[in-house]
């Protein structure tokens, strides 16, 4: 049996980010995979209420599924998404990153932690595969966080980016389609995770343009100044999607790239052993403050300034 590919957008109907989305989709099923198309418009999706008894079940080594499972469609969603073998989301862009309806949809993820499904039995395990595609009326100047939110949401549910690209300056219905140059490389993405599928797990590697974005380790191009973290931990630079450290060097062509350290990729968030890192800063900080039943009678005690305190609402 083919390769089973889903295809995950938030876009308007028939419009842009669809459309790129179905071309992707078309290589793919000319090459043999069975295809699923959803639109997040068509389904209810709440958004995470923030309760962490999700994780708090994981942390006991349970699973107690989200609080809003049989409130709306995210789990009849997840159900299908992680049986695929590749995913390609296609998200507008609004205000400079993933548009909220993505969003909600991306972090009510949290239960489905696919680490610890996978640890426990929940589901078998998959070397998943994504594809990024995000639509916005501008340049990268203002879809400037588009591609790099879009794969942030990727680390909970462990997809491998394989190919990202940037539909830029499509702002009408379906504009999109007068630009050939996008609608075939929305064409060779689907080409792309058709090859990353056929290709074993180990070998897999990233597909899209070799010199997309600073990072040369996740392809985002949003690097911040790095400061000192938890465990002690500076490097110079960071990425600020797969968290790579590193520093600024010329590129011998008057330009400048960005080079990873030796131990940069020490909690490369593209990996569960990095994340894992993450995983012993929960412990010791989160788990420090719930572990003194001292911190517990202090807050207790500094919260009734806020609680008691109130302010004019709006009716
Ligand atoms: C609320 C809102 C905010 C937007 N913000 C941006 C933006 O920051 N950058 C950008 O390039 N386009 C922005 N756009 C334009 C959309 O990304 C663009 O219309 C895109 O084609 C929509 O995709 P769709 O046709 O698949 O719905 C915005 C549109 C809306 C409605």
Redo the contacts with the bound molecule.
């Keep these: 049996m083919g390769y089973k590919v889903m295809g995950i957008t938030a876009?308007?109907k028939n419009?842009?980010?669809?459309f790129l989305l179905k071309e992707a989709l078309i290589a793919c099923e000319e090459a043999g995979a069975e295809v699923t198309f959803i639109n997040l418009r068509d389904f209810k999706i709440l958004d995470c209420i923030g309760c962490t008894s999700c994780t708090k079940a994981m942390s006991e080594g349970r699973y107690a599924g989200c609080v809003l499972d049989d409130k709306d469609d995210k789990k009849k969603i997840m159900d299908v998404m992680l049986a695929q073998d590749a995913v390609i989301f296609s998200v507008?862009?609004?205000?400079?990153m993933p548009c909220s309806a993505y969003l909600s949809f991306a972090q009510r993820s949290l239960s489905y932690e696919t680490a610890f499904l996978e640890t426990i039995g929940a589901i078998e395990h998959k070397d998943r595969i994504a594809g990024l595609i995000s639509?916005?009326?501008?340049t990268r100047a203002?879809?400037s966080m588009a591609l790099e939110g879009l794969q942030a949401t990727m680390f909970t549910t462990d997809m491998k980016v394989v190919d990202m690209m940037l539909a830029t300056r499509?702002?009408g219905?379906a504009q999109a389609l007068l630009d050939d140059e996008i609608v075939a490389r929305a064409h060779k993405m689907g080409e792309n995770i058709m090859k990353a599928c056929a290709t074993p797990p180990e070998e897999r590697g990233w597909l899209g343009e070799e010199d997309m974005g600073w990072c040369p380790n996740c392809h985002s191009n949003a690097l911040v100044l790095g400061e000192k973290q938890w465990d002690g931990l500076h490097y110079k630079v960071e990425c600020q999607v797969c968290g790579a450290g590193g520093n600024l060097e010329p590129d011998g062509k008057g330009g400048w790239k960005f080079v990873i350290q030796e131990d940069g990729l020490l909690k490369d968030r593209t990996t569960i052993e990095g994340r894992a890192k993450h995983l012993e800063e929960i412990g010791v900080t989160q788990g420090g403050f719930f572990a003194n039943p001292e911190n517990f009678a202090i807050v207790n005690e500094k919260k009734k300034r806020y609680t008691q305190k109130q302010f004019k609402g709006i009716d």
């Design positions: 876009g308007r419009s842009n980010s669809e507008p862009t609004y205000d400079l639509v916005g009326g501008s203002w879809q499509v702002p219905n």
